[in-house]
């Protein structure tokens, strides 16, 4: 299946349930759990290490708010982009987030995440 073809609805669905996990495990700083549904292309592309010191360094990582707005979903291939606007609990202002999806071995796994 492509995930494409799934409705704004259902991608959304999805990929709460995945920003929801990304934003507590990153105030968490528990990066074993912050990758878990990563596809092992981004999973193996990952340097623990680099991921650790930005897990302790950084303020925006460490204090992401749960309230969060759904801004939308870009269809590209075999891959969508689900944009959020994302929130500090310690710095003003607003963040684009973005996550990127797509099937691996029949699962629907994480294909990029950021927060810009």
Known sequence: MNIVEKTDEEIKAIADLFWRDLVKNSNEGKYGDFVKNFSSDLARAMNQVEAGHQFANSELARNLS???????????????????????????????????????????????ASIF
């Open 66 to 112: 749960g309230h969060v707005d759904f801004l939308g979903v870009i269809r590209r291939g075999e891959h969508v982009t689900v944009l959020y606007r994302q929130r500090s609990t310690k710095k003003p202002g607003e963040w684009l987030g973005r996550l990127v999806l797509g099937y691996e071995d029949g699962a629907v796994k994480i294909f990029g």
